[in-house]
């Protein structure tokens, strides 16, 4: 697991998980499987955007401007008001459009629906947006720098979980309607335990 996935995923647990079960209204084993997909996509998304030089500027001037990592100092209050952080904003910039069909793929897997998705991707967005930001002040990157980190993300993920990131992959890159997401879902699901 790519070092953004693990500090976000380690930050929505315990009482926070519950918190977020309870404003999207699904149990917490179906909103883990779906982190644990929603995360690296959207980590890697943005590593795919970073890879061009506009996107990588445009970016690390988010980041600077926007997104400090303050966020994570109190996920609590974060989670309390999450629509204040524009997570809607954000998955627009990220996803494109490729939005829909993350959405939809997503929901259709999970048995949660499109809006409940679109929830938990708005909630999970600024946060990895935050440590995304702390991690480029902490190491002092400028957009190459960012570019490279992300690459690097990108790779441990893909390392860790060839299948489920190739299949992400694939998603991002071409206009499909999200049917790749199958085998990314049955792999989570094994991964974590789960039925799928």
């Known amino acids: 697991m790519d070092a953004l996935t693990q500090l976000v995923m380690q930050q929505l647990t315990g009482s926070a998980l519950s918190g977020v079960s309870k404003k ?22 943005l590593a795919k955007n970073a890879s061009k030089p506009a996107g990588a500027e445009s970016l690390h001037k988010a980041l600077v401007e926007d997104h400090d990592g303050s966020i994570l100092n109190n996920v609590q209050e974060y989670l309390q008001k999450p629509e204040a952080a524009q997570g809607a904003a954000i998955l627009g910039h990220v996803l494109g459009n490729q ?9 259709e897997k999970t ?33 190459q720098g960012l570019a490279s980190y992300l690459g690097g993300q990108q790779q441990q993920a893909q390392q860790a979980q060839p299948d489920i990131l190739g299949s992400l992959n694939t998603l991002l890159d071409a206009n499909k309607d999200g049917s790749a997401l199958d085998d990314v879902l049955g792999l989570a699901g094994k991964l974590l335990g789960g039925k799928k």
Do not use: R, Y
């Open 24 to 45: 999207i209204g699904v149990d917490q084993n179906t909103l883990q499987t779906a982190l644990a997909v929603g995360v690296p996509l959207l980590v890697t998304a």
């Open 111 to 143: 048995g949660m629906n499109g809006d409940q998705i679109g929830k938990l991707l708005e909630i999970a967005a600024p946060l990895i947006m935050g440590a995304l930001g702390s991690q480029t002040q902490q190491n002092s990157l400028d957009p």
């Open 99 to 107: 939005q829909g069909a993350v959405t939809q793929g997503l929901a």
